[in-house]
């Protein structure tokens, strides 16, 4: 079993032990977004925008007050680091202002990038109505997995991270 691997059976266990249950019971969204292209996201990044031009992405549409969301974080930390140099940038979408997220990261660290959807506008789009909601979208800017951080499965990266340009 390779280092990835590990990493990403440790991210599934946390998960695990910190209600994945209540975490796949939270997602909803009105459509499936699966086998659709990404839109095009009109987001004010609270740092230095990613550059996104052929990286495979998670989209992970969150809220600080959102324990399930809460929970989720250290483990997406930890795909971040396991897949971030070979092509993964993970975005996390909040509809909180920026000092509240700023607050909150000195609690539990995000180590990926934030954007800020103020309006909803980005969830509205793609029909999320429930958080956390995840979307995992290829090289390409195919979305190829829609669900909780929960229900990602490691093989769900890497198939994005193969897959487009």
Known sequence: MNAGRRTGAGFLMVLAISGCVSLHLFS????????QMLPSLELKYMDQKPDLKGKALILEFWATWCEPCRE???ALNEVYKTYKDQGL???GITKDDEATVRGFSKEIPIKFPVALD???SVAGLLGITVIPHTLIVNRAGK???????ATM???DVETALKQGP
Do not use: A, C, Y
């Open 28 to 35: 909803r969204s009105v459509k499936n977004n699966v086998g």
């Open 72 to 74: 989720g974080i250290p």
């Open 89 to 91: 940038e993970i975005i």
């Open 118 to 120: 103020p309006t909803n």
């Open 143 to 149: 979305i190829i997995w829609e669900g909780t951080p």
């Open 153 to 155: 499965q490691p093989g």
